[in-house]
């Protein structure tokens, strides 16, 4: 059974830094693309940034120069990390994982909450 499990969300001050971590298991990692979405309350879930197996990367306009998305795939693992948090970057975080090739299965992470705020 896959599953995408996400951890290192929590409270952090603006202008502060998390990591999160994601990660996969019953896939074969480095044939997906890993994602990373939010979703604030009331809104629709948008996607941060992705990390393809061969190390592309692309990112929302919102958290280019201060979000990183990185991937382990001996450890089959992705991270984000955030920096210099802002309030609006307050959300629920999701994990996702994209097939490159057919049938392109598609996965979610339970999500994790990230609070910015003093």
């Known amino acids: 059974q896959v599953q995408l499990v996400e951890s ?19 896939i074969i990692f480095r044939r997906y693309t890993m994602n990373w979405y939010r979703q604030a309350p009331g809104q629709q879930r948008d996607l941060v940034a992705a990390i393809t197996g061969g190390d ?4 929302a306009d919102s958290v280019k120069g201060r979000f990183t998305i990185s991937r382990d795939n001996a450890k089959n693992t992705v991270y984000l990390q955030m920096n210099s948090l802002k309030p609006e970057d307050t959300a629920v975080y999701y994990c996702n994982a994209k097939a490159d090739s057919i049938p392109y ?13 003093s």
Not at 8 to 25: H, M, N, T
Not at 56 to 59: A, L
């Open 56 to 59: 592309s990367t692309n990112y």
């Open 105 to 117: 299965r598609n996965y979610w992470g339970q999500g994790t909450q990230v609070t910015v705020s």
């Open 8 to 26: 290192g969300g929590g409270l952090v001050q603006p202008g502060g830094s998390l990591r999160l971590s994601c990660a996969a298991s019953a």
